[in-house]
């Protein structure tokens, strides 16, 4: 039990996420600058204030015990919040003018956003971005408290109170290991997913509510064996059995190493487009001069992919 008082460190929890996420106590300790062992003294001692052990070590890295799946996500959000303290400061600072404060679903910012704010960062050194990554939900609300000024989630449904740009299109995929026996087939039926374990993220993931809704509309309801916050997390679990219906471009890597296979659906294709929001002006609300989220959304407006996937929107939506 956690003394009264004494709160558990913001280090501590930064290895512990860092470890869950990665599958590696060196993959913490290149995330977070640290060694390997003072990420190792960092678990440690969290271990000892929540009386647990939180990881499974292995040769292969760290697996999440009950208590460490248990703690992700709470610990996930603590750090979020904090995070937020700091951007929220940065925005001030600044005046607003040169902060850019987003957050990206995990689709969109482990994958695509990376590259994206590397080019614009070249035609704009001046401009300073701050990525959150949570799911579409944390997205939404990010964008609506103020906490970023440009989010990005994985469904074409943006709320009425905001502006929507599609900017990429995406495909879910079944995902199986390597060595699992659809591994071989160029496809498969939906039907067929019912008799395999189904391994998903967590409910409010834009992933999972549009796989779950393209299922339903064949008549087709999963019921999951695991569920888990974590892409990476989840991705470690198919290689034990099972499958998952994730972004063709999340396992894009896996693929390429063959470790992962991902398969289409032949009776059903799940597409979704990829959208960046940001919160619509109120009424007698004016901006003051063109701000770092301005020149953003400007720039992710003139990408040529971006004006494909809106072209593709608009004719699939006739």
């Keep these: 039990m956690i003394p009264t008082g004494e709160p558990v460190s913001s280090r501590e929890l930064a290895a512990f996420v860092a470890a869950y996420e990665s599958g590696t106590v060196q993959g913490a300790a290149d995330a977070l600058s640290l060694t390997q062992s003072a990420v190792t003294k960092r678990l440690q001692a969290l271990e000892r204030r929540l009386g647990g052990a939180v990881f499974d070590r292995g040769r292969m890295g760290v697996t999440p015990t009950r208590l460490g799946l248990t703690i992700y996500p709470p610990a996930k959000q603590a750090l979020e919040q904090l995070q937020s303290v700091a951007l929220a400061a940065g925005s ?15 689709t969109v910012g482990e994958f695509l956003l990376p590259d994206w704010l590397s080019t614009f960062c070249r035609e704009h050194p001046e401009v300073h971005p701050q990525l959150e990554v949570v799911n579409s939900a944390g997205v939404l609300g990010a964008v609506r408290e103020a906490r970023a000024t440009v989010g990005f989630i994985e469904s ?9 740009l599609v900017v990429a299109r995406d495909e879910l995929v079944v995902v199986v290991a390597a060595h699992h026996p659809w591994a071989g087939r160029r496809s498969l039926n939906a039907s067929a997913l019912r008799r395999e374990t189904y391994l998903t993220r967590e409910r409010d993931s834009g992933t999972r509510a549009v796989a779950t809704a393209a299922l339903a509309e064949r008549g087709i309801e999963l019921e999951s064996a695991f569920e888990v916050a974590s892409t990476e997390s989840l991705k470690r679990m198919i ?69 494909s996937a809106a072209k593709h929107y608009i004719l699939d939506s006739q």
């Design 92 to 106: 001030v600072n600044a005046g607003g003018q040169r902060e850019l404060l987003l957050s990206a679903s995990l």
């Design 156 to 164: 074409g449904d943006a709320p009425a109170d905001m502006d929507a």
């Design 239 to 307: 290689y034990q059995g099972g499958f998952s219906i994730l972004s063709s471009l999340a396992i894009a890597r896996e693929q390429r190493a063959g470790v992962l296979v991902g398969l289409p659906i032949r009776d059903l294709v799940i597409s979704r487009d990829l959208c960046a929001v940001r919160r619509r002006p109120q009424r007698g609300e004016q901006q003051v001069g063109r701000t770092a989220a301005t020149l953003f959304w400007e720039w992710l407006q003139a990408r040529p992919s971006a004006r």
